[in-house]
């Protein structure tokens, strides 16, 4: 991605498309991710995370997000965001931290921005 900074979750996830990062995802009831433009599904073990940006509000901070990029075992990227602190996504978390797990498992790391 370039190499300036973003300033907002908006700029981030158009200049994320721009990159193949294309379908919006979330999690299911059971912990999976979907895309809305289809019925598949992938479970952690099938996820890596390729980068992730955190937001955090100037002025209000019930508007801090991280936003991940992702991409499945295969190659559908896209991304997930959820507000972080108080009013985090639970199963947002839970399913980033089994990826991150199964990452660390198979030695390899997430990047960092």
């Not at 997000?65 to 991409?71: H, M, P």
Request: with cysteine; hydrophobic share 25%; charged share 35%.
């Amino acid at each position: 991605m370039e190499n300036h900074k973003m300033k907002t979750l908006s700029e981030c996830m158009a200049t994320l498309k721009t990159h193949g990062f294309e379908q919006d995802f979330f999690v299911t009831e059971e912990g999976c991710i979907k895309n809305y433009e289809s019925d598949k599904t992938w479970c952690p073990e099938e996820v890596k995370i390729e980068n992730f940006y955190r937001f955090e509000g100037q002025s209000d901070p019930g508007d801090s997000s991280i936003l991940y990029a992702l991409e499945t075992k295969d190659g559908v990227r896209g991304m997930i965001s959820h507000p972080y602190g108080a009013d985090s996504d639970g199963k947002v978390e839970d399913f980033i931290k089994q990826v991150e797990d199964v990452s660390k498992k198979d030695h390899g790391h997430s990047k960092d921005c």
